[in-house]
Structure formats: structure tokens, C-alpha cells
């Protein structure tokens, strides 16, 4: 009888799983673009974002502020193509309007990081994110950078970009334009 109950109980948890991980996939397939989440979800915030002047701060300490994270990399080229439209079309657009922009730099340590920055002629802070921990809470961790999350005021994920693309760099403009005037 215990056998029974045993086998019937592993045969439920394997079917669980089985499906939670259909799921996941079938989500992520959906997108095409490597996102563990979407447009509507809650953005995980179970984490810490280390700035390379050293400063720290976290998605709770900035609710009540639109957030842009843009993943990054100085190997990256798209994102070094994409990084002066984010500087000068949202950050100096928006950065006196309750809108904060973080690049969170993919694995790379801060030596790099403060280069990249220096490099790039940004005024806009960059985040360490060491073994791509929090980009994996937003994207498959062997998915490519150069995407941005829009965040509102309440923690909740707006807009989703992957790559440089004009058109939908000026939607996300939009969106973000859209949010900072309520």
C-alpha cells in the first residue's frame, strides 16, 4: 500500500512539473523574444542593483517612479548603437519626470563597467548584474541583451523591447511619455 501511495505520488509531482515547465516554455514561445515575463506582470524585485559609483537601490526603493532597465553589455553592439537614443531621447527627456533609467550590465566587472560608461558618454547610471542574475529573472539566461523594461509606478511591467528597432524604440517613447503624464 505504501509503494502504491508512493508511486502514485511521484507520478503526480512529475506531472506537475512536467506541466509547469510546458508552461514556462509555451510562455516564452509566445513571445519569441526570450522573456520570462510580460507586458501586465508584477516585476520581480527580489533583488539589488549595485551602480558603478557604488550606490545601491532596489524596484521597491523606486516604486512610485516609471523604470526603465535596459540590459546591456559593452560587447554588445546593438546596445552601444541604441544607448545615445536612450540618453538623449528618455533620459534627458524624461529624467526630470518621475522617469528613472538603469542600464544593468550583463556579467561584466566594474572596471569594464565604469569604462563602458566613460565610453559611452552616458549621464544615466549603470547597474552590475554579476552571473546575469537579474536578467534572468526577466529573460532566458542564454537570451541576447539589448532589451528594455518599462516599469510603472506600481511595479508593473508596461513595455517590452528586444534589440534597436526604430519603430519600436518610438513606442516605447510613447509608452513611456504616455505613463510619466498621468
Not at 101 to 129: C, N, S, W
Request: proline share 3%.
Amino acid at each position: 500500500m505504501r509503494k502504491k501511495l508512493l508511486l502514485i505520488t511521484m507520478l503526480l509531482y512529475l506531472g506537475i512539473a512536467a506541466q509547469a515547465q510546458e508552461n514556462k516554455e509555451i510562455r516564452t514561445q509566445k513571445d519569441g523574444r526570450g522573456y520570462l515575463v510580460k507586458i501586465g506582470d508584477q516585476a520581480p524585485d527580489n533583488f539589488e542593483l549595485v551602480l558603478q559609483n557604488g550606490t545601491k537601490t532596489d524596484l521597491k526603493a523606486l516604486r512610485g517612479k516609471i523604470v526603465v532597465l535596459q540590459f546591456t553589455a559593452s560587447w554588445c553592439s546593438v546596445c552601444r548603437e541604441e544607448m545615445p537614443y536612450l540618453e538623449k531621447d528618455l533620459w534627458q527627456a524624461y529624467k526630470d519626470k518621475n522617469v528613472v533609467l538603469i542600464g544593468v550590465d550583463r556579467d561584466e566587472p566594474i572596471e569594464v563597467v565604469k569604462k563602458f560608461h566613460q565610453d559611452m558618454r552616458i549621464t544615466y547610471p549603470l547597474a552590475l548584474d554579476p552571473g546575469a542574475e537579474i536578467f534572468s529573472r526577466f529573460a532566458e539566461r542564454k537570451a541576447g541583451v539589448t532589451r528594455n523594461v518599462i516599469i510603472d509606478e506600481t511595479g508593473k511591467i508596461q513595455y517590452l523591447t528586444r534589440l534597436y528597432n526604430k519603430k519600436e524604440f518610438m513606442e516605447m517613447i510613447r509608452k513611456i511619455d504616455q505613463l510619466a503624464r498621468k
